[in-house]
Structure formats: C-alpha cells, structure tokens
C-alpha cells in the first residue's frame, strides 16, 4: 500500500480526505480498529497501534501541502472548501442525520455550514456563483435589496463551529460555483458582488476557496 500511495497522486490525495472526514465522523473507528478489521483481527493487537501511527505519519509525509479536490468522475467529493492554514468551511446537507454535502445538490436543497478557524479569521462569507455571473448568498443571508448585510463574525477558538442558519435556494439544474471567503475586515455583500464583476483581484487581507458544483434534478 505505501508503494503504490507513493507513486499515485490520485489515490494518496483519496486516502488523504479519506483520513480527514473519518476525523470529523464521529461514528467512525478509531484508526487502529480499521486496520485491525482490514488484517481480518477481531480486536487490535498491541503492535497493530504501532503500524498504524507508523503508516499514518508516512502517509502525511507523502503529503507536501493540501490538495483541493477535484471531481474526477464516479462519487463526488465531499463539500470542503480549504483556505489554507487549518481554515476550512464544510457544507452539510441538513435532515434527521446531518452529514457532508458533495459536489452534486438538488435545486432547492438545504445547506447548512461548519468551520475551522485555523488561521483565526475573523470574518466569513459565503456564496455561489451561476455560469452568467449571478451571485447567491448563503452567509451573510441578503434577502432585502435596500439592505447591504456584511460577513459575518468567526469564533477564533479551535474545533469545528456551525454556523446557525441552513439556507436553500431555488438553482436550475447546471454547473455552480461554491466559494468561501475569510478576511481581516468585514465586507458587504455589494462590495464583494462588485470585485466579483470587475474581475477584480480578492481584497488583501483575505482568502477565497471556490469548488465547481453540479445541481442536478
């Protein structure tokens, strides 16, 4: 197995995310019980602990920086945006069981959101992008015209924070733009929508993480 992760990129950059959504599973298995089952063990042996930690930290080796993942056909990726420096934004599909959304929703599917704040942002917001350029705003909501809502503020603290609102909008069947952004200084709505159109360049003091979206009926 560290053979062939080695020499291909496709399935390290799989086995990868794989490690870091079985993290954020609560129901998931400890580390060292999956390679238990995959060596046919009813329970791990003390030196199956060992090989674990060991293939782990050989396979993060192998990893020289995050990769944002990319839909190569088959089974959607799962929904996390990756700004770089531990900040991630994770969309849920909501329901009895919350759990991570892919890069396929329905017209009108509820989103709801969750991050890490590793670079301790201040700042949120949230939005898609249609092929013609019409933005949708998850965070902040904008759902009055003589309004011009602002990010919304971050909790600096470690762990993986909601945020309160799921939000549904009626997108026709097609490609989609999935973006988050996190800034020093608060923007608004109208001025990130204004950059956007202008082909300007993110505002310093902050990142952008976009994913192609498929909504499909």
Do not use: K
């Not at 086995?15 to 089952?37: G, Q, S, V």
């Not at 309160?164 to 923007?187: E, K, Q």
């Amino acid at each position: 197995m560290r053979q062939h992760l080695f020499g291909c990129a496709d399935c390290r950059d799989r086995y990868d995310r794989y490690l870091r959504l079985a993290a954020l599973d609560p129901r998931a298995l400890p580390f060292e019980n999956r390679m238990a089952r995959g060596l046919g063990l009813r329970r791990p042996a003390p030196w199956v602990t060992a090989a674990a930690l060991a293939l782990a930290a050989g396979v993060w080796l192998l990893v020289v920086r995050p990769v944002e993942p990319q839909p190569r056909g088959g089974r959607p990726e799962a929904l996390v945006l990756a700004l770089g420096g531990g900040t991630e934004v994770l969309a849920f599909r909501t329901g009895q069981e919350p759990r991570l959304a892919t890069a396929r929703i329905h017209p009108g599917e509820w989103l709801a959101f969750a991050y890490r704040n590793g670079g301790r942002w201040p700042w949120l917001m949230v939005f898609a992008r249609d092929p013609r350029g019409a933005v949708s705003w998850f965070h902040p909501q904008w759902t009055d015209a003589a309004q011009d809502p602002q990010a919304v503020p971050l909790v600096l603290e470690p762990g993986l924070h909601e945020l309160s609102t799921a939000v549904a909008h009626p997108f026709g069947p097609g490609p989609l733009l999935l973006c988050a952004m996190v800034m020093r200084a608060p923007l608004s709505v109208r001025q990130v929508e204004a950059g956007l159109a202008s082909g300007a360049e993110p505002a310093a003091g902050s990142a952008i993480a976009c994913r192609n979206l498929e909504v499909v009926p």
